[in-house]
T-cell receptor, first 111, second 112 residues
Framework: QQQVKQSPQSLIVQKGGISIINCAYE??????FPWYQQFPGKGPALLIA?????SEKKEGRFTISFNKSAKQFSLHIMDSQPGDSATYFC??????????FGKGTHLIIQP | DAGITQSPRHKVTETGTPVTLRCHQT?????MYWYRQDPGHGLRLIHY???????DKGEVSDGYSVSRSKTEDFLLTLESATSSQTSVYFC???????????FGSGTRLTVV
């Protein structure tokens, strides 16, 4: 049973464009929704996170939009750069028993 | 990553042999986690610990055991390795007071 569904699996965006990755969750007990960025050969690194009491959080070029009623959240990367090329994972959690991850999106930013 | 170290970084082992992976932290965080990462599956939780000697199973715990005798060390053991356990294993730590998870650099395990 997959509790966090992530789309698309892969995404190609031109430099300067907006990259959008979407996730949907099922468990209403989740109360923490982070996004992780992973480069080849490295561990996932926290990019940005949001709690369900807000609908949007922005940090630099990265924005999370959160829709509690639809149980969906998304990552927007503005002015996408080649250095943003990586795999992105959404996740959801609510307690001591860890995060549930989406399957990942391989993002390529073309120069 | 600062504060969390996984060893070894790479290991090749034969089917049927026991294997132990180590996660060491210097942050004194209460919570520690073992995940495996496979293409098309994202990261899946194997086991986690919420204190010394306190552990619990995750989504994909079959064939794995863990131990935590000290706050700083969380060991993952494959009692009899199988080819299906070929994967990249990540350890993560989390402080009690917040939800920030920090991941290690991973161990690439190949079972031949």
């Amino acid at each position: 049973q997959q509790q966090v569904k992530q789309s698309p699996q892969s995404l190609i965006v031109q430099k300067g464009g907006i990259s959008i990755i979407n996730c949907a969750y099922e468990n209403t007990a989740f109360d923490y929704f982070p996004w992780y960025q992973q480069f080849p050969g490295k561990g996932p690194a926290l990019l940005i996170a949001i709690r369900p009491d807000v609908s949007e959080k922005k940090e630099g070029r990265f924005t999370i939009s959160f829709n509690k009623s639809a149980k969906q959240f998304s990552l927007h990367i503005m002015d996408s750069q080649p250095g943003d090329s990586a795999t992105y994972f959404c996740a959801a959690g609510g307690g001591a028993d860890g995060l549930t991850f989406g399957k990942g999106t391989h993002l390529i930013i073309q120069p | 990553d600062a504060g969390i170290t996984q060893s070894p970084r790479h290991k090749v082992t034969e089917t049927g042999t026991p294997v132990t992976l180590r996660c060491h932290q210097t942050e004194n965080h209460r919570y520690m986690y073992w995940y495996r990462q496979d293409p098309g599956h994202g990261l899946r939780l194997i086991h986690y610990s919420y204190g010394v000697k306190d552990t619990d199973k995750g989504e994909v715990s079959d064939g794995y055991s863990v131990s935590r005798s000290k706050t700083e060390d969380f060991l993952l053991t494959l009692e009899s390795a199988t080819s299906s356990q070929t994967s990249v294993y990540f350890c993560a730590i989390r402080a009690q007071a917040n939800y920030g998870y920090t991941f290690g650099s991973g161990t690439r395990l190949t079972v031949v």
